[in-house]
């Protein structure tokens, strides 16, 4: 009888409805977490990275300087849709945050969890600061957790289904969401990479005699090749752009401990033990070591990130596979079976629950464990409300530098160049472009009307020339010119140079290139903001040829 109970549990496990088996709790945890986003994602400004999406969704390709296209596609599609408020541009992060929820809640799943371990992993991806961060802001970290981790679901259900006849098929699923993450964002080479090793290094490695882990090799370098030719007649400007931060050293390189205590923030450092314990059962746990290849791919993609000064949050969409497995592990210890004289080979098999070991009634040791499901996921919850606004716009920037008094670290920095500002610089990056723009403006404004069809507007980053492209519209300014990232491709735009409104200049600089230079001001200052008090210049009679003979000097990747 007790082996006929056991071989029928996993297939009623299997076949629970929608409600029972967890998942309808899940989408409302997403949900939910879509309408906080919705709700706060417009109290302050737009991003920096924001205005350089939305241009280059304007010039539609297939590729840019600073990225891949796919976010840039995305965005001119969503702003068909929706529009260009905030909310609106904002719209596609809220979503991926809010279905990575389900997504870690599905993995934990497919590893063997029931209901509370969906809920237990969900809520750990509800609270990590740095989802929380990818879904109120429109960037390349937004999607990237998505993609990453719909490729672990794709390995996981490749190992789980090696012995059937469709189970080598997922590693063909597993290359298309890789190839479409190399559209999205060049790091998910690594975390392939990582898998590729991890395969190697365990038994799963006969999987390379079978053609569907080919196929899928191929179908994701087919789906990456028109942004591959694309670096390739560009003489590959994202490498150049890589090569160029390195030799500034724009970037804080973090010694080991500390690279790791930042992983343990970004993640919130209440889920630590969860994921950490995630990380071991993929190696100690019988029930998960088949799949220890994600174990091996965790520490090959902390390593390299580590060795080559990647910044700290460049490791975060591999968590959520963590987080899953540990809240599975978790799930086992609580709920010990009935009938069972010892933890049984679900759990993991070392010192980490030795004691559960001497458990003589299980199922009083069980009632006696229930009251830890409630309290594991209100303090959970809980830390994760006290430290929601350092990523979320909860409070006002005033209230904001009054609140970060009282957080118990220091906030990481992860650019020399953001140790001065107020507020951190995902903060201080949505302040500014306003004042930067209407003092374009009143450039804009003196100069004749039969001269501006030949006047362009230089900016000098990004920042500045997608605020002028984006915000400059109600002012009537035309898009902006700069040698800044991919604008440097789109070129001089026809102008002469003979009439110029240069942002962000010296007088020196500009009177070497221009017969006449007029200061007309400096943009109103913003406490808050990174980018402040921008003088604005207007330049008549170019003193170096043409615009276009002048270009190839103004080009800046870094």
């Not at 939305?54 to 995305?74: E, K, M, R, T």
């Not at 063909?172 to 993450?181: D, E, H, I, K, S």
């Not at 931060?245 to 930042?262: E, K, N, S, T």
Request: charged share 15%.
């Amino acid at each position: 009888m007790a082996s006929t109970a056991t071989a029928t549990s996993a297939p009623r496990r299997e076949n629970l409805s929608f409600v029972a088996s967890g998942l309808a709790l899940i989408w409302l945890i997403a949900f939910a977490n879509l309408l906080f986003h919705i709700y706060f994602n417009n109290r302050y400004g737009y991003f920096r990275d924001e205005f350089d999406y939305i241009s280059c969704g304007d010039h539609l390709a297939w590729g840019y300087v600073d990225q891949p296209p796919l976010i840039p596609f995305l965005i001119h599609v969503c702003r068909a849709v929706l529009g260009d408020s905030l909310r609106s541009i904002r719209f596609i992060p809220a979503l991926a945050s809010s279905l990575l929820i389900v997504q870690t809640a599905v993995l934990a799943r497919e590893l063997g969890g029931r209901r509370f371990a969906l809920l237990l992993s969900a809520v750990c991806a509800v609270v990590a600061p740095q989802y929380l961060s990818n879904g109120s802001l429109l960037t390349t970290n937004c999607l990237e957790p998505n993609l990453w981790m719909g490729c672990a679901y794709f390995a996981i259900l490749a190992i789980k289904r090696a012995g059937t006849e469709n189970g080598p098929r997922y590693w063909f699923w597993f290359g298309v969401v890789a190839g479409l993450g190399l559209q999205e964002k060049y790091t998910i080479a690594l975390f392939g990479f990582a898998i590729v090793v991890g395969l190697l290094l365990t038994d799963q490695r006969r999987v390379f005699l079978n053609r569907w882990i080919w196929i899928g090799g191929a179908a994701a370098f087919l789906i990456f090749l028109p942004n591959l030719l694309w670096n390739i007649k560009y003489d590959w400007p994202f490498l150049q752009l890589m090569h160029n931060i390195r030799a500034a050293g724009r970037d804080v390189v973090l010694p080991l401990p500390q690279f790791f205590f930042q992983q343990i923030l970004l993640m919130n450092p209440f889920t630590a033990p969860i994921w950490i314990t995630g990380l071991i059962a993929f190696f100690a746990s019988s029930r998960l070591r088949p799949y220890c290849v994600l174990g091996w791919s965790y520490l090959v993609c902390f390593t390299a990130m580590f060795i080559l000064h990647g910044k700290n949050y460049y490791l975060a969409p591999v968590y959520p596979m963590l987080l899953a497995a540990g809240a599975v592990v978790i799930e086992s210890a609580i709920e010990t079976r009935k009938n069972e004289s010892r933890i049984n080979e679900d759990l993991i098999n070392d010192d980490l629950i030795n004691e559960a070991r001497k458990i003589e009634a299980p199922e009083t040791a069980r009632s006696r464990r229930a009251w830890l499901k409630p309290v594991i996921v209100i303090l959970l919850l809980a830390n994760g409300a006290y430290l929601a606004p350092v990523v979320i716009p909860v409070f006002s920037p005033e209230k904001f530098v009054a609140y970060m008094h009282y957080l118990p670290i220091k906030l990481p920095i992860t650019e020399r160049g953001f140790a001065r500002l107020t507020l951190p610089q995902y903060y201080a990056d949505q302040f500014g472009w306003e004042e930067i723009v209407a003092e374009t403006a009143l450039a804009w404004n003196r100069i004749p009307v039969a001269e501006r069809p030949d006047c362009g507007i230089f900016a000098q980053d990004y920042g500045q020339a997608g605020a002028i492209d984006f915000l400059g519209r109600k002012y009537g300014l035309p898009p902006a010119l700069s040698g800044h990232q991919t604008w440097f491709l789109w070129g001089p735009r026809g102008y002469s140079g003979n009439c110029m409104i240069v942002l962000d200049d010296s007088r020196e600089n500009l009177e070497r290139l221009f017969q006449h230079v007029e200061f007309v001001g400096t943009s109103a200052d913003n406490p808050y903001a990174w980018e402040r008090q921008i003088d604005v210049f207007i330049c008549k009679g170019s003193k170096v040829g043409t615009l276009t003979q002048l270009w190839p000097k103004v080009k800046r990747w870094r």
